[in-house]
């Protein structure tokens, strides 16, 4: 009987050989396409904005800028007002997530730890609203165009 199994096995790899190829080639390709999508998320976010921002009662205008970070689905925030360090966010679709982490305060020595999200509109439109706690919250929400 296991004889038999194994002729039948043999018997159907030969006769669907170029489907199972097929099959494993579209399933590699399939990844490779998920990740261009990380990757152009990612590249969507990247250039520099103008913003309108407001922390509590005060209000900012600044560039930002958004560069690649170190993972496909990472991107650096610098210039953002009130931090003098780069702040880590991921990128899913048009979704920016920043997880919680300590950044240093312009003109500080000492660190705030922030947090937040934001999102990219028309590839162009960019709103983040994040908290940081420096001795109390702080909310901000920013908002601003691609240059």
């Known amino acids: 009987m296991e004889n038999k199994n194994l002729t039948l096995v043999r018997s159907f790899i030969r006769n669907h050989r170029y489907r199972l190829l097929m099959v494993g080639l ?21 250039g520099s904005y103008t913003i309108q921002q407001k922390c509590g009662s005060s209000q900012d205008s ?24 780069e ?7 048009n979704i920016l997530t920043i997880s919680s982490q300590s950044v240093r305060l312009k003109g500080q020595t ?11 509109t028309d590839g162009s439109i960019i709103e983040i609203n994040f908290e940081y706690d420096f001795g109390g919250t702080t909310s901000c929400g920013a908002n601003g165009y691609k240059l």
Do not use: Q
């Open 26 to 46: 579209l399933f590699m390709y399939s990844c490779n396409l998920l990740d261009e999508e990380v990757l152009n998320s990612r590249k969507a976010f990247i």
């Open 110 to 120: 000492s660190s705030a730890t922030v947090s937040g999200s934001g999102t990219l």
């Open 62 to 85: 600044y560039t930002l800028r958004i560069t690649e970070g170190s993972s496909n689905s990472e991107i650096l925030l610098s210039n953002v007002e009130p931090f003098g360090d």
């Open 87 to 93: 702040i880590i966010a991921t990128v899913s679709g």
